[in-house]
């Protein structure tokens, strides 16, 4: 089955600096790649998804990119804000369920 | 609101009883997921439905779980004879079909087993 994995597992940052985020994904069949934000107490929220038949997609002050050659796919956030501390989670499939990474735990400091 | 919502937000219960958690999916969304969350991981799939029929199961769910989405539209999770390490979030999400596949989430159930 498909194995998400997902570095760094915490990452600090000063407010308008940018986040880089890292996942790799293991069955080549997997074609979706959704980010979620998830605050403490509250249910993942989707923030933005990419599809394997693009290589890179913007919204505003994130965007995502996908290597399928090599498996693996970022999360990018410029100009940091407060708000955007949360923890985050990529994950991977093929019209179905999805394999989550373990996610990471993102502090943007003021 | 029309986002997923889903009933208890939080349960407390004793080992052994019985729980039973509802999720009401985006209307006419008609793939319904149920994923459990522990503390400082990931979601873990554990069963989806198209409709009224459940599609798949992980090897997550034992035999003491079962799920059902008698009309194709709210769906229930069910949990017998519960044990510690049921205590974890309990997620539900829609999407609206294969091929419209962005899933959305409800807020979860936090499930406490003392």
Redesign the interface.
């Known amino acids: 089955g498909e194995n998400v994995e997902q570095h760094p597992s915490t990452l600090s940052v000063q407010e308008g600096d940018s986040a880089v985020i890292k996942c790799t994904y293991s069955d080549s069949a997997s074609n979706y790649f959704p980010w979620y934000k998830q605050e403490l107490g509250k249910g993942p929220q989707l923030i933005i998804d990419i599809r394997s038949n693009v290589g890179e997609k913007k919204d505003q002050r994130i965007a995502v990119t996908l290597n399928k050659t090599a498996k693996h796919f970022s999360l990018h956030i410029t100009e940091t804000q407060p708000e955007d501390s949360a923890v985050y989670f990529c994950a991977a499939s093929s019209w179905g369920k999805l394999q989550f990474g373990a996610g990471t735990q993102v502090v943007v400091t003021p | 609101d029309t986002g997923?919502s889903q009933d208890p937000r939080h349960k407390i219960t004793k080992r052994g009883q019985n729980v039973t958690f509802r999720c009401d999916p985006i209307s006419e969304h008609n793939r319904l997921?149920w994923?459990r969350q522990t503390l400082?991981?990931?979601?873990?799939?554990l069963t989806?439905f198209q409709n009224e029929a459940q599609?798949?199961k992980?090897r997550l769910l034992s035999d003491r779980f079962s799920a059902e989405r008698p009309k194709g539209s709210f769906s229930t999770l069910e949990i017998q004879r519960t044990e510690q390490g049921d205590s974890a979030m309990y997620?539900c999400a829609s999407s609206a079909s294969?091929e419209q596949?962005?899933?959305?989430?409800?807020?979860?159930t936090?499930l406490l087993v003392l």
């Not at chain 2, 400082?40 to 799939?45: A, I, Y």
């Not at chain 2, 596949?101 to 979860?108: A, D, I, L, M, R």
Request: hydrophobic share 20%; proline share 8%; no cysteine.
């Open positions: 997923v997921y994923y400082g991981q990931g979601p873990e799939f989806y599609l798949e992980s997620l294969q596949e962005t899933q959305y989430f409800g807020p979860g936090r």
